[in-house]
C-alpha cells in the first residue's frame, strides 16, 4: 500500500501534551492520556502490579516514555526490575525524550533485538524459578493503534515460554516443586508399568482443536479397536458424546489446568490416569480410579525415587506421544489435534471454553499450511508444537510407529501422514482379532491397591518427610553458624575482623554441599528471593568490603529464609498424610476428613474415600453421612461452575477489540485472504458493535479496488476507536477522488480527535486557496505541540505569501531558536531581508 499523507510517520510526528503537561506520541497511545493524567490511566490499566516486590517486570512499549518516567518516579520496588522492549522506530525517540533523566539502573529501555542479554543481566534465570516473572503490555501495546506492538508482544512471548520449559528441563521452579511433594501421595505407581504394554496396536490421542468434532463419529464406529488417549481438557466434550477414553493425560501445575480439565474427574474408576509429578494437585488428589505418575516421586535424592518414564514437553500432547511410544503401538491416529485456527477463528472443538467464549477474531499470528493445502492462521506457540511433534514423529518412525493426522484442516506436520478415515488401517495383534479389552490389560499393568498397600506407603513416604524435615534443620543450625562467623570475619557485634572465621564459613559450605547434597539446594532454592534484592545491575563495577559483607550475609540468611520456607512445605505435606493416614483407620473421624479436605481445597476427596472404602461408607452414622453429603455437594457445585478464571480469559481473549488492529495490519500489509476470511468471521456472529466489520469490510474493498464500497463501510463507523482508521481511509480515498470538500471534512473530524492531523487539514486548506483558514489551524496547533518547527516553517511561509511580513519573521526567527542551523528557515528569513531592502 503507498504511503498516504494521512498516515503518522512515527518516526517524525512531535509529541503532544494533555493538560497535565505530559507529553505523548499520539499515533501510539491516541485519547488515552488526553483527559485524565498518566498515572490514573496507569492504575487504572495495571492495578499495583507495578509495586509488587521480587519481580522481574518486562514490558511491551513504554507509552511514549511515560510510563517508564512513572515507574522512575514512584520508585522500584525491592528485588524487583524493569525492563522495557520498544519498537525499533520508536526507541531513539524515546531514548532522546529521557535523555536528562537519570535511570534507576534496575530500569532499562532496549531495542527487541537483544532483549534477552539485557534479562540475563537482571537475572531472569532466578525469577523464573521463583515465577515472579511477569511479561506486560504497556497501555500503547495493549491497545495496539500500532499493530507491531501486538507480533513485538507475540515475539517475546514465544521466546520466553521457549526458554522457560529448556531452563525447566534443567532446574524445576518452586510451584514445580510444590506440586511435586502435594503429589507425592499419589505418586504410588510410576508410569514405567506400562512400558511395552500394547505392542502392535493402534491408539488414537484426542486433543482439544476444532476437529476433534469430525472424528468422534468414526471414533465411536471403531471404539473397540482403539486405544483412545484424551487429553484432560477434552474430557467434557467427551462425556457429552458419551465417551469414556481409556488413558487421561494432564501435566500442566497451573490452576487453570483445573478449570479446563475438572470434568475428567466425572469418569468412573476404570479410566487410567497418567500425570506428570508436576501435575495440578486437585486433579491428581480428586481422582477416583487408577494412577501412574512419570518423573520423580520426590525433588531430593531418595530411595522412594525409582525408575521411571520422564515428562516429554512442553505439551501434554507431547506427554502423551511420547508416552504411546513407550507402551508399544505401532500407529497413533491424531485427533483434534490441529495446531491452528478453523477457518471460522476457533482454536478448540464445541464444549470448549474457548468454543463457548467465541471465535479469537481479534487474534494476530503466523500462517501455516494445511494437510489440505490451504493457509490457516495459527500462533507461535502452536507453530512450535508443529516442530515438536515433527520431530517426535521422526523418532516414533525410527521406532516402528506412524503418527497420522486425518484432518484435512489440521497444521501439516513434517513426518505425520495425512490419510483419511475411511484409508486408516487399524492394526490387530499378530493379525487376530483383538481378544482382550484395553482396560483389561490397564488394570493387569496398573492394579487397585488395597487399603493395607496405600497404608503402608503413606507411612514410608511420612517417615521420609520427617527424615528430611530433620535435615533441614540441621541446616538451619549450620546457616546460622555461618552469620556468626561472617560477622567475625568483618568484626561486627564487638568482634575484631579475624580471617579464621573465613576457614570455618569455607568447611560450613563444604559440609552443606557434600552431607546434604541435593536437600541443600533445594532450600536454597527455597530462599532465593531475598538474595535477588542484591543482585547488581551493574555487576561489573568492583565491590566494596561493606558490599561483600552484606552479600555474605544475605546468602545465609537466604538459606536461612529458605529452611523456613521449606520446613513449611513439608509441615504441610505431613499435614495431608496424616489425613491419609486417618483415612485408611478402621475407625475414621469422618468429620475431621471433611474438614481437612475441605482446608486442602480438596473437597472431591470424598469420593475417592467412598469408593476405596465402600462398607465403612455404607455404615456411617447419620452426622458423618451429613458431613459427607455436604462434601459430595460442595465438589459438586465445584464441578458444574462455569464461572472460572479461565472462561474470564477466553471472554477477554474472545472479544473484538483486537479486530481493528488485526485489520489494519492486514491491510498494510495487502493481505486480501487473511481480510476476507475476518470478514467471514465476523458476519458469522452476532455483535453489538459492528464497527469492527465495517471497517475490515472497508480495508477489503480497497484492496479490490471498490472505493466506493469501501467509502459506504467507512461511513457506517460513527464512533469507537475504529472511528479514527476510517476518518483517515476516508480522506486518503477522498484525496485520491479530487473529492477535498470530503477529504476536508473527514480531516477536520481528526483535528477534533488529535492534534496531530491538524497540519495535514491546514494543509489542504491551503491547497484549496483557504490561506488565512490554513495559518489559523496552523496557530492554533502550535499551541499544543509548540516544538513542532516543520508547522512553524509552514506558518511562517503562510504568513509570508500573505504579505504578513512580522508574523512571517517572528515564525522563522522562533524556528531558529530552537533549530540554528536550519538551513530553511535561514534562507527564508534572507529572503524576507532581501525584499525590505528592496523596498527602502
Known sequence: MASSPIEPDIATAPFVSNA???????????????????????????????????????????????????????????????????????????????????????????????????????????????????????????????????????????ELDTWIWALRGTLKSSRFIDCQLVNAAQAQIPAIRLKDSFPGRTAILLGGGPSLDDILPWLKQHRRELVVFAVSRVCRRLQEEGIAPDIVCTIDPTSLSFDVSKEMLKFGDDVLLVGAYHASPPLLSQWCGRYVYLGERLPWPSDLNEPNLQVIGPTVTNTALALAMEMGFNQVILGGVDLCFSAEGYSHAAGSNERIAGPALGHMGPQIITNSGHMAETSDALQQAVNDIARQAYAAQERGCQFINPAPNAACIPNVLHRSLDAIQLTTLDGEPLNEDAREILARYVPDADATTRLGYYQRLDKEVAATERRVHKIAELAQEALHCNDGLFGRNGQSPDFKYKHKMDKIEKRLEKDFKGIADLVKH??????????????????????????????????????????????????????????????????????????????????????????????????????????????????????????????????????????????????????????????????????????????????????????????????????????????????????????????????????????????????????????????????????????????????????????????????????PQNQAALSLLQSLDAVREQQA
Request: proline content about 4%; glycine content about 6%; aromatic content about 10%.
Open 526 to 819: 527455597y530462599g532465593i528471593t531475598p538474595f535477588l534484592r542484591v543482585i547488581r545491575p551493574d555487576r561489573d563495577k568492583a565491590w566494596t568490603d561493606a558490599e561483600i559483607e552484606t552479600t555474605g550475609r544475605l546468602y545465609y540468611e537466604a538459606y536461612l529464609e529458605g529452611t523456613t520456607r521449606f520446613l513449611e512445605t513439608l509441615k504441610t505435606i505431613r499435614q495431608r498424610l496424616a489425613t491419609r493416614l486417618a483415612e485408611e483407620s478402621a475407625t475414621p473421624d469422618c468429620l475431621r476428613l471433611v474438614n481437612d479436605w475441605a482446608s486442602f481445597n480438596e473437597a472431591g476427596r470424598v469420593r475417592v474415600w467412598t469408593h476405596q472404602h465402600p462398607a465403612q461408607a455404607a455404615a456411617l452414622p447419620a452426622d458423618a453421612a451429613a458431613a459427607l453429603a455436604t462434601a459430595e455437594d460442595s465438589f459438586r457445585q465445584v464441578l458444574e461452575s462455569m464461572d472460572t478464571a479461565h472462561m474470564t480469559r477466553c471472554k477477554t481473549e474472545a472479544g473484538l477489540s483486537n479486530v481493528p488492529s488485526k485489520a489494519s495490519w492486514l491491510f498494510r500489509h495487502k493481505d486480501s485472504a487473511g481480510l476476507q476470511r475476518l470478514v467471514t468471521g465476523l458476519q458469522k456472529i452476532t455483535a453489538e458493535d459492528q464497527a469492527p466489520l465495517w471497517l475490515a469490510s472497508g480495508y477489503l474493498a480497497e484492496l479490490e479496488g471498490r472505493p466506493e464500497d469501501a467509502l459506504g463501510c467507512y461511513q457506517n463507523i460513527a464512533e469507537g476507536p475504529a472511528l479514527e482508521d476510517a476518518l483517515r481511509r476516508i480522506s486518503a480515498l477522498s484525496l485520491g477522488q479530487a473529492d477535498f470538500s470530503s477529504a476536508l471534512l473527514a480531516l477536520e473530524c481528526l483535528g477534533h480527535l488529535s492534534p496531530s492531523y491538524l497540519p495535514q487539514y491546514a494543509e489542504l486548506l491551503r491547497l484549496g486557496g483557504g490561506a488565512q483558514e490554513a495559518a489559523d489551524i496552523y496557530s492554533r496547533y502550535l499551541e499544543q505541540v509548540p516544538d513542532d518547527v516543520a508547522a512553524m516553517l509552514k506558518l511562517g511561509q503562510l504568513y509570508q505569501e500573505q504579505g504578513i511580513e512580522d508574523g512571517a519573521r517572528w515564525a522563522f526567527t522562533y524556528v531558529l531558536e530552537r533549530s
Open 20 to 158: 497535565f503537561g505530559e507529553r505523548y506520541l499520539h499515533a501510539v497511545n491516541r485519547t488515552a492520556f488526553a483527559t485524565i493524567g498518566a498515572q490514573a490511566v496507569f492504575q487504572q490499566h495495571f492495578g499495583d502490579k507495578l509495586r509488587d516486590e521480587d519481580t522481574l517486570n518486562i514490558v511491551i512499549g513504554s507509552d511514549s516514555g511515560l510510563l517508564l518516567e512513572q515507574v522512575h518516579r514512584q520508585g522500584v520496588p525491592a528485588g524487583s526490575r524493569f525492563l522495557f522492549i520498544e519498537l525499533p522506530e520508536l526507541l531513539p525517540r524515546i531514548q532522546e525524550r529521557l535523555a536528562d533523566l537519570e535511570l534507576d539502573p534496575r530500569i532499562k529501555i532496549v531495542p527487541a533485538d537483544g532483549w534477552y542479554r539485557h534479562a540475563q543481566d537482571f537475572s531472569l534465570d532466578s525469577y523464573v524459578y521463583i515465577d515472579r516473572l511477569r511479561l506486560l503490555n504497556s497501555v500503547g501495546a495493549a491497545d495496539a493503534f500500532l499493530p507491531d506492538y501486538r507480533l513485538l508482544y507475540r515475539r517475546v512471548k514465544t
